[in-house]
Each structure stands twice: as C-alpha cells, then as structure tokens.
C-alpha cells in the first residue's frame, strides 16, 4: 500500500490584532497626535487592521482587541457609542484629558446646559432673531454635565496629554502590541 503523502506544515501566519478609535466629544486632536507618528503608522499596519473608525468607512464597530476613545460624553449618542465600545473591545483606552476627565468641554458644567443653548441658539436681534434651539429628533439630547468615559464605562488604561505626543501613543502601541504593560517614561508623560 502506497502511503499517504506528507504534506510540509504551513505555517500560520500570526493573526493582525483589530483596532477601533472614535472620537466623542473631543476635537479629533488626539487623532492627530495619533497620526503625527508618521511614518511609523506603515510599521503599525502590519501588526494591527482598523476596524471602525474615522479613519476607515466602517459604520459600525465588530470583535476588536484594542479600542481608543478619545473625548469624554456630552451627549446621547457618545453613551451609547461607548457602551458599544466597550462591549466589543477587549482593552479599552481613555486617550487624551476629554476621555480622562472631560478636558476642557467639561468647563461647562460651571453652566446650566439649557440656559447656555439658550445663549447661542436664540438670537433677539439682527439677521438671525426668532432662531431657537435645534429639537429635530435626529440629534443627540446634550448630557446636562460633560463626564469623563470612566464614570460609564470600565477603562484599561488612560494615555494623558492634549493631546499625548505622537512619541507617547507611539510608546504605548508598542508595548500593548508586544503583551508588555505599557508604562509611559517621564518623558513621555503630560497632562497639557
Ligand atoms: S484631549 Fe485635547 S487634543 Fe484630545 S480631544 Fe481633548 S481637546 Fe482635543
């Protein structure tokens, strides 16, 4: 009897880790920042996919190993779109001051959020009078306070900085990326 052939062993290639980032309310500094390490972002695609994104065309977030949330909450739709982060990612990080404690759009809380609508939407006078604040059910209700993404959701890690340095999120990466706990040098740490 003939025997069976011996086939050489192919070997696996390692699987991409899955990465998401969104922006709540925050200004897309952060992923800037993130963008701002250059080149280093081709080195970055061969060990990660995007799933969604801003940087992809992906509507809706799937299974994904790492999440990034840059901004904190102000509104509806970033609780929901955190709580779906957050069920979908396996590390979750709070990237830049907004995620962390609501950064500067957290000043607001000093105000009542009706009154301030008010004071920008409802013109008295000049080409605009009679404008009244937008209540079309398409857009999120405002959250009365800016909270930061820790007091909705548990969160693995917070990257500091307005943003943090492209070297700081570079650093960061690299170390989640090769299953060591990222720890930022001195250098590489600010809260501005
Ligand atoms: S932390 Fe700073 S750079 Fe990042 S989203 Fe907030 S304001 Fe923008």
């Known amino acids: 009897m003939t025997p069976p052939p011996v ?75 955190l709580r779906e982060f957050r069920a979908n990612c396996k590390t979750l990080i709070a990237i830049g001051a907004c995620a962390i404690n609501g950064g500067l759009p957290a000043q607001r809380n000093q105000r009542d959020v009706g009154q301030l609508l008010r004071d920008v939407y409802c013109a008295h006078t000049g080409t605009l009078a009679g404008s009244q604040v937008p209540n079309d059910p398409e857009l999120p209700l405002p ?9 909705v959701v548990h969160v693995d890690y917070f990257l500091p900085g307005c943003p943090p340095s492209a070297d ?3 650093s960061f990466l690299n170390d989640l990326l090769t299953g060591v706990t990222p720890q930022l040098g001195h250098k590489l740490m600010h809260y501005d």
Request: glycine residues 6%.
């Open 143 to 151: 959250l009365n306070q800016v909270h930061p993404i820790h007091e």
């Open 7 to 81: 086939y050489a062993p192919v070997p696996l290639k390692p699987r991409k880790l899955k990465l998401a980032t969104v922006s709540l309310a925050g200004c897309f500094g952060c992923h800037m920042s993130f963008l701002d390490i250059d080149e280093r972002l081709l080195t970055l695609l061969e060990l990660v996919e995007f799933d969604r994104s801003p940087l992809t065309d992906i509507k809706t977030i799937g299974r994904c190993d790492i999440g990034l949330i840059e901004g904190g909450l102000c509104n509806a739709e970033n609780v929901h779109v």
């Open 168 to 170: 700081a999120i570079w």
